[in-house]
């Protein structure tokens, strides 16, 4: 195929699959607001350094001959191929009936539905890191993050190196939807940060006032801040067209990310859930399986590859806590120590999970006992 | 011949791919960051290092 493609979303995922369709001599605009970047962009260093992380600048994007339009896209008709956007400069909507589409826009994180809750910041956008940055300039600012996911716990912990922070979740515990040891190694890096931990807390309001602003709990008082940080949730980026209930997270791909029952219709990164040979449909909305679905659906467009296999893996660094897992944790059944490894087994005994902490060079001894169990 | 590892910390995201492939030469920092250990390695194990690298962040220097 030569071309047009459209690329939708500037991500992790879009970025790589332009990257690949445009390395193959395919036409391809990728559709997304400002440059590509690397979302949640809340690694330490994009926070300390109030940057956002880009993937590629209007130099590196020409030089690769990827078309890049700036904007969103506010109608799709994927049947016809027809996408309306929305150019981020104020100017008239641009149509594009490319020859195929593939739709990598990931998640979207909302404020969740608490009064007062505009004031509250978000660092998993880049223009929401920008204004987080902005925020805090100036050290010893008293920061309130809500959600103890991933996010605002990676967030948590970065902030806590210059700021009095205060992390809150309605579970019990940090990373607390998490394997258990991953939770308690959170606990200890916070504490060890001087980051305040509240569970169980019930948020009533947010109320702002030029003296700072006041995140209300019916469970624990009131938590005086400057600086509210939202990490509470995520929710599907998906048009009526791909989600038509408006909740479901991802859409079904085929192994060659295709949407089924559209021709020429892809998608990949966070929005999809694919059949893997061993975990069967399952969505990794990680780092790793954006940048490896991106590349697969390039290959899916130009009609070469294998179907997509790729074994889950997510790292995250919280703090000092470097965390690393290979495979899918939510199929084991029961957890051992062995080497400094955590090792997940399912129901037949097989591993379906290597959990490693402040371990890197792990990885590729824990991939290859997770491929020894899947790949017999 | 040997040659130098380079990391472009903007780049680097962490993946710990490096790490995996050559776990003697090449660490994460306390930010997550790729950080050589060898100052000068022999250029094909350099040039494995730099192909594990998902984003190019790590490039060789002659």
């Given amino acids: 195929m030569q071309g047009p493609v459209a690329v939708v979303g500037n991500g992790v995922a879009g970025f790589a699959c332009a990257s690949r369709l445009a390395d193959n001599g395919v036409d391809v605009t990728m559709i997304g607001p400002g440059l590509p970047h690397d979302r949640p962009p809340l690694s330490k260093r994009a926070l300390a350094m109030g940057r956002v992380p880009l993937l590629a600048d209007e130099e590196k994007l020409a030089a690769k001959g990827i078309r890049h339009l700036d904007g969103r896209v506010v109608d799709a008709d994927l049947e016809r191929h027809r996408l309306t956007v929305a150019p981020t400069a104020a100017s008239d909507p641009v149509e594009l009936v490319p020859e195929a589409i593939v739709w990598a826009t990931g998640l979207n994180y909302p404020l969740p539905p608490v009064a007062g809750i505009e004031i509250a910041h978000e660092n998993a956008t880049g223009a929401g890191m920008l204004e987080l940055a902005a925020q805090l300039t100036e050290d010893g600012r008293r920061v309130v993050v809500i959600g103890a996911g991933l996010i605002g716990t990676e967030t948590a912990a970065t902030l806590a190196a210059r700021h009095s922070v205060t992390l809150i979740d309605m579970l019990d515990r940090p990373l607390g939807r998490f394997q258990p040891r991953l939770s308690d190694a959170a606990v200890a890096t916070l504490d060890g940060l001087g980051a305040r931990f509240v569970g169980g807390a019930q948020i009533t309001e947010v109320v702002g006032n030029g003296a700072g602003h006041v995140v209300r709990t019916s469970t624990h008082g009131d938590l005086p801040c400057d600086v509210v940080v939202s990490a509470a949730g995520f929710r599907t980026s998906l048009p009526a067209t791909l989600a038509p209930d408006g909740r479901a997270l991802t859409i079904d791909v085929d192994g060659a990310l295709g949407i089924p029952g559209l021709t020429d219709v892809f998608a990949c990164g966070d929005v999809i859930r694919f059949p893997h040979p061993r975990y069967g449909g399952i969505a990794i909305p990680h780092w790793d399986n954006a940048l490896h679905s991106g590349r697969q659906a390039a290959d899916g467009v130009l009609g070469t590859g294998e179907p997509y296999a790729r074994d889950p893996y997510y790292f995250s660094d919280i703090g000092p806590l470097r965390i690393q897992q290979v495979g899918l944790a939510a199929d084991a059944v029961e957890w051992a120590d062995e080497d400094d490894l955590i090792i997940g087994r399912d129901e037949a005994g097989d591993i379906t999970a290597v959990l490693f902490l402040n371990a890197p060079a792990r990885l590729r001894e824990a991939r290859e006992l997770l491929a020894a169990a899947t790949r017999p | ?62």
């Fill in chain 2, 1 to 62: 011949m040997t040659v130098r590892l380079i990391v472009d910390p903007d780049v680097c995201i962490g993946s710990g791919e490096c790490v995996a492939e050559d776990p003697d030469a090449i660490e994460l920092d306390d930010t997550g960051c790729a950080r050589v250990l060898i100052a000068q390695l022999e250029e094909d194990r350099a040039g494995r290092i730099c192909d594990a690298c998902p984003v190019g962040a790590l490039s060789i220097e002659r």
